[in-house]
């Protein structure tokens, strides 16, 4: 009879143990935080070739775009104050800091913008060793068996830089993100000739390591087929290059190796009902848009 009563207070602690754990493992949203595990799409970019996943995750996140809708927007206090910021590409913070703020937690690049932060490594990897980066392309460029172009040159970096937290979207995550456009959209990426964008691959990490998330200079779906919208450029930091809505349909109606901006945009707004998303300098109309068909 005791020993029956001891296997019982014995079989009650260890039950008792696995609850806490998990309820430490899970945060308030009722998702299992993976803080400790790593972001598992998310591959350590380290000369000794270390598998270790990106660890980060922020209550907080401001997703800065690089639209020139941020050009005057006087932003970059209110940015600055959340507990994470990212950003993508090579877009800058120097002169700019009164719209776009000044710190970056994470910056996450396309292949075709590695070049670019080399060019001014100084910039982006020796003053800015706070920033984690996180790098996206295809397999030809990103392949770390010798031939990979871009991974070979980011190598370098992270020898030359070993302060500097780089990391990889593995291609498992790619294939991971395709499959999400197609079941948004009903098409095939590749049949369809489409590139996800930067931008596409940002929202998801974002959504993966953010409680909520704050998007800044994002115009929606809608915005470029109004007729009082405002013409702003492709990016803040070149004035003088094409205007933002005629880069957007050009490559909404782009044959082949065309970003999907518009219909991406329509995702966003999708996500945004069941994920804490909030859009800032253009304000998007949520609610409105709960009674689209």
């Known amino acids: 009879m005791k020993s029956q009563r001891f296997h019982w207070i014995c079989l009650v602690i260890v039950t008792l143990s696995v609850l806490l754990w998990y309820v430490h493992m899970t945060r308030s ?3 299992t935080s993976m803080v400790n595990m790593g972001l598992q799409g998310y591959l350590s970019i380290t000369p000794d070739r270390m598998e270790q996943f990106l660890k980060m995750h922020c209550r907080q996140c401001a997703l800065v775009s690089s639209s020139g809708q941020m050009q005057g927007a006087g932003l970059g206090e209110e940015i600055d104050q959340m507990g994470c910021v990212i950003r993508m590409n090579n877009a800058p913070t ?6 776009v703020g000044s710190r970056t937690s994470l910056r996450v690049v396309s292949h075709t913008s590695v070049p670019l932060l080399i060019k001014n490594e100084s910039y982006y990897f020796r003053h800015s060793a706070d920033t984690t980066y996180v790098f996206w392309g295809p397999e030809r460029n990103m392949r770390q068996d010798g031939k990979g172009r871009v ?4 190598m370098k970096m992270a020898t030359k830089y070993p302060q500097v937290k780089m990391y990889m979207v593995t291609r498992e995550k790619i294939q991971y993100c395709d499959s999400v456009f197609q079941n948004e959209t009903g098409k095939n990426r590749m049949n369809s000739g489409a590139f996800l964008s930067t931008g596409f691959f940002t ?6 390591m953010c409680d909520s998330i704050h998007v800044y200079g994002m115009i929606d779906d809608n915005y470029c087929s109004r007729a009082n919208h405002s013409v702003a450029p492709y990016h803040y930091y070149e004035g003088s290059r094409m205007d933002e809505c005629r880069m957007y349909r050009m490559h909404e109606h782009a044959r082949r190796g065309g970003h999907r901006f518009i219909t991406e945009k329509a995702i966003y707004a999708r996500w945004a009902s069941h994920h804490r998303v909030e859009f800032k300098h253009p304000t998007w109309n949520l609610q409105e848009r709960k009674h689209d068909p």
């Open 203 to 208: 929202m998801i990490l974002a959504m993966d």
């Open 151 to 154: 991974f070979n040159a980011l």
């Open 29 to 31: 949203d009722g998702s």
């Open 94 to 99: 120097l002169g700019y800091e009164r719209d």
